[in-house]
């Protein structure tokens, strides 16, 4: 049994982990951002930024032993955890397992990712209009319409919007 491969199973159940707490703090900036609750908000996201250095670091690791694998087996480019489950056939199952998992909690990362972005940009619209309307209010002169609405001001970008 080789130690690399030892080292890349542990490496991927401690992936596994950080994107298992990923998840959670993912839901709860969706949570956080569905009641507007900004300190919440800006908790997770500070939360989720350390999870992914901390992942991205891991994935550095990963890669750095995959290629030890390759150079070790003679194998030219990379390798999946497939062809190592392949050339480790007594690791196998435990890294196909791990591998499975962690697509399955990345997909969920990935969809709730997806979520949290179609509210946020919701979110974003709303504090659009409002700016734009408070925007026609305090113009000037001739602020409202015939129908005693408020003129307008042309669309604002989103950087001006929230700051």
């Known amino acids: 049994m080789s130690r690399q491969v030892l080292e ?10 950080e994107h298992r ?3 959670k703090q993912v839901e709860a900036h969706a949570a956080a951002m569905k009641t507007l609750n900004v300190r919440a908000m800006e908790e997770a996201g500070h939360q ?17 032993i995959v290629a030890q694998l ?6 030219q480019g990379g390798l999946t955890v497939s062809q190592v489950a392949r050339l480790y056939p007594q690791n196998a199952p435990a890294l196909l ?23 946020a940009g919701a979110v974003l619209g709303h504090l659009n209009t ?17 129908r005693g609405v408020p003129k307008v001001a042309s ?3 989103a950087m001006n919007a929230v700051g």
Do not use: D, H, P
Not at 52 to 63: G, K, P, S, Y
Not at 101 to 112: C, G, H, S, W
Not at 130 to 146: D, N, Q
């Open 8 to 17: 890349l199973e542990s490496i991927l159940q401690l992936m596994l982990v």
């Open 21 to 23: 707490k990923l998840l």
């Open 48 to 64: 989720q930024e350390a999870m992914r250095l901390r992942i991205t670091a891991l994935e550095n690791q990963r890669r750095q």
């Open 70 to 75: 390759a150079k070790a087996n003679q194998i």
């Open 97 to 119: 397992q791990l591998r499975g998992e962690l697509k399955a909690v990345m997909t969920q990362v990935t969809n709730r990712l997806q979520i949290a972005g179609k509210i």
């Open 130 to 146: 409002v700016v734009r309307l408070f925007a026609g209010a305090v113009e000037g002169a001739g602020l409202y319409t015939k």
């Open 155 to 157: 669309r604002i970008g």
